[in-house]
């Protein structure tokens, strides 16, 4: 099983190299990770649902709900309480403690280490259609705006990486496969997303720290900033719920439902996925947490590649 690592290993570690000698210049992480986010990942998320039958792992998936859910309310109590955080800045640290990077890194370690996206996608209509809501709802509130459903109901219009496997997934409930001239070059760009994903998690890597300069959506801009020591313990809390934590509340309620052998893999592994960039993206538009936000995905991201080897060792 950790053979499988390796080429993630190699191609992140090139990325970073590539980042740290500056040899696509400056924009390089937002450009490729633009066309991973829009083009390259839905392209591969519809070929290989549209290709595979539907299987959804209930248990599995419900384990996962339960981690994710227990592990965002201890964050949010934690941040709370523990660092008399306000309504707003504690909904941040609970997205950072339990929201996965399901997309640009979670696909990749999906199809490189498992073999197959499904339960992945499961996973990322899961925190979509379920988590965001109620993450809006909440950062709303905290802000005092008022809360938009149309918002909310056109997300996965608006969001590429759910409208690909949504149509993939469409494709395969009716048993239609797409004609070769429609399929061929979705085959072949989605081919694309995993290598560039992998470089572009390298490239992220040399930053340092994620900026407040432009971003889109999904995909935050490198650069700096700055951190006190509240903010270091606070980052330190949260990357150790999100990759510890988590993943071990996914396994014991996984076991406890009866989840085994390659399901409990797929369970624990995007269980353990790093902090999602969204969150950054959420924190900065709301005006909250933006520091502590950037730095636990930094954190996480790095650290991921560590504790999903270990995870894949030890249930493998």
Same mark, same amino acid.
């Given at each position: 099983?950790?053979?499988?690592?390796?080429?993630?290993?190699?191609?992140?570690?090139?990325?970073?190299?590539?980042?740290?000698?500056?040899?696509?210049?400056?924009?390089?992480?937002?450009? /490729?990770? @633009?066309?991973?986010?829009? &083009?390259?990942?839905? *392209? =591969?998320?519809? #070929? +290989? $649902?549209?290709?595979?039958? %539907?299987?959804?792992?209930?248990?599995?998936?419900?384990?996962?709900?339960?981690?994710?859910?227990?592990?965002?309310?201890?964050?949010?109590?934690?941040?709370?309480?523990?660092?008399?955080?306000?309504?707003?800045?504690?909904?941040?640290?609970?997205?950072?403690?339990?929201?996965?990077?399901?997309?640009?890194?979670?696909?990749?370690?999906?199809?490189?280490?498992?073999?197959?996206?499904?339960?992945?996608?499961?996973?990322?209509?899961?925190?979509?259609?379920?988590?965001?809501?109620?993450?809006?709802?909440?950062?709303?509130?905290?802000?005092?705006?008022?809360?938009?459903?149309?918002?909310?109901?056109?997300?996965?219009?608006?969001?590429?990486?759910?409208?690909?496997?949504?149509?993939?997934?469409?494709?395969?409930?009716?048993?239609?496969?797409?004609?070769? /001239?429609? @399929?061929?070059?979705?085959? &072949?760009?989605?081919? *694309? =997303?995993?290598? #560039? +994903? $992998?470089?572009?998690?390298? %490239?992220?890597?040399?930053?340092?720290?994620?900026?407040?300069?432009?971003?889109?959506?999904?995909?935050?801009?490198?650069?700096?900033?700055?951190?006190?020591?509240?903010?270091?313990?606070?980052?330190?809390?949260?990357?150790?719920?999100?990759?510890?934590?988590?993943?071990?509340?996914?396994?014991?309620?996984?076991?406890?439902?009866?989840?085994?052998?390659?399901?409990?893999?797929?369970?624990?592994?995007?269980?353990?996925?790093?902090?999602?960039?969204?969150?950054?993206?959420?924190?900065?538009?709301?005006?909250?947490?933006?520091?502590?936000?950037?730095?636990?995905?930094?954190?996480?991201?790095?650290?991921?590649?560590?504790?999903?080897?270990?995870?894949?060792?030890?249930?493998?």
């Amino acid at each position: 099983m950790l053979a499988a690592f390796v080429p993630i290993w190699v191609l992140t570690g090139l990325g970073w190299l590539t980042g740290r000698r500056r040899l696509l210049g400056g924009e390089a992480e937002r450009v /490729l990770g @633009g066309f991973v986010f829009h &083009l390259a990942m839905p *392209a =591969a998320l519809f #070929t +290989a $649902l549209s290709r595979t039958e %539907l299987d959804v792992r209930l248990p599995a998936l419900g384990a996962f709900a339960a981690s994710t859910a227990a592990t965002m309310a201890l964050a949010f109590v934690l941040c709370a309480v523990t660092r008399r955080r306000g309504g707003g800045e504690a909904t941040i640290g609970a997205m950072a403690a339990g929201y996965v990077n399901s997309a640009n890194l979670g696909i990749p370690v999906a199809l490189q280490v498992l073999g197959d996206a499904t339960f992945l996608t499961g996973v990322l209509l899961f925190q979509v259609l379920v988590v965001t809501p109620v993450v809006l709802v909440l950062l709303d509130r905290s802000a005092g705006r008022a809360w938009r459903p149309g918002r909310l109901l056109t997300l996965p219009l608006r969001n590429p990486v759910i409208a690909g496997p949504a149509l993939g997934a469409l494709c395969a409930a009716l048993h239609w496969r797409p004609p070769d /001239l429609i @399929g061929a070059p979705l085959a &072949l760009l989605g081919a *694309a =997303a995993v290598p #560039t +994903a $992998l470089v572009t998690l390298g %490239l992220s890597l040399t930053a340092g720290s994620l900026t407040a300069g432009e971003v889109t959506e999904g995909v935050p801009a490198p650069g700096g900033g700055s951190r006190g020591a509240g903010a270091k313990v606070e980052v330190a809390l949260l990357s150790g719920l999100k990759l510890l934590v988590q993943p071990m509340i996914a396994w014991s309620v996984g076991r406890l439902v009866g989840v085994t052998g390659t399901d409990l893999l797929a369970l624990v592994v995007c269980a353990a996925l790093p902090t999602a960039q969204n969150t950054y993206i959420f924190a900065r538009e709301y005006g909250r947490a933006e520091v502590v936000a950037r730095e636990t995905v930094v954190v996480t991201t790095a650290c991921a590649m560590g504790t999903l080897a270990l995870i894949g060792a030890l249930l493998g």
